[in-house]
């Protein structure tokens, strides 16, 4: 079986790494698992008057202010991206106000608005599979061997802990790891 087998009937997901947490945060990097089994993953360059920045958050992403400044794409080239990529569709996030706040920065510096819709990935759950949502993202990362919190890495994890429990496996049970090999394979970086 493919990974586009694999993944066929699987959600799009997305997931935002950030400067931080409070109020004047915003996204560094914005990863997407597409359920053809590609994955989009690029750093977002801060606009000038996005100046926060929280050591604890680059702590647990690894991007620091300086890598988005000199990689990080233009708020209109990731939003331009993104809406070229997601529309309409709806696009799950498991950190949905975190992550609607952070695409709302985006594109009101981009001067557009989104394409798709954003909903929590526990929509598409019963109550039992949220309670076992946990242990299947743990079981998913563990299969993955993630090393890195990245955004593209996060995504492909929720997608697949998402597939697992919608067809009925157990949270821990392994095999839906695409055959690529990780988490981020097939993405495009830059």
């Known amino acids: 079986m493919t990974a586009t087998e694999t993944l066929a009937d699987a959600p799009c997901v997305l997931d935002m790494e950030a400067s ?3 109020r004047h945060s915003y996204p560094v990097e914005v990863g997407v698992a597409l ?9 977002i360059r801060p606009q000038p008057e996005w100046t926060h920045w929280d050591d604890s958050a680059q702590s647990l992403h690894g991007i620091s202010r300086e890598t988005a400044l000199l990689h990080g794409r233009s708020a209109r080239a990731v939003a331009e991206l993104l809406n070229r990529e997601l529309a309409g569709r709806t696009v799950y996030t498991d950190a949905w106000a975190h992550d609607y706040t952070w695409l709302a920065t985006l594109f009101e510096a981009a001067g557009l608005r989104p ?5 929590h990935v526990r929509t598409l759950l019963d109550e039992a599979q949220t309670n076992s949502f946990d242990e299947a993202l743990r079981s998913v990362a563990d ?3 993630v090393t890195r919190h990245r955004a593209s890495n996060d995504a492909r ?3 697949l802990a998402v597939v697992r429990l919608q067809r009925g496996l157990s949270a821990s ?15 495009a970086r830059s």
């Open 157 to 159: 994890m929720l997608q």
């Open 20 to 22: 931080g947490f409070g």
């Open 143 to 145: 299969e993955l061997r």
């Open 35 to 43: 359920p053809d089994g590609r994955a989009l993953c690029t750093l």
């Open 173 to 187: 049970a392994p095999g839906l790891v695409p055959p690529s090999g990780g988490a981020a394979a097939g993405a």
């Open 115 to 119: 394409a798709f819709k954003l909903e």
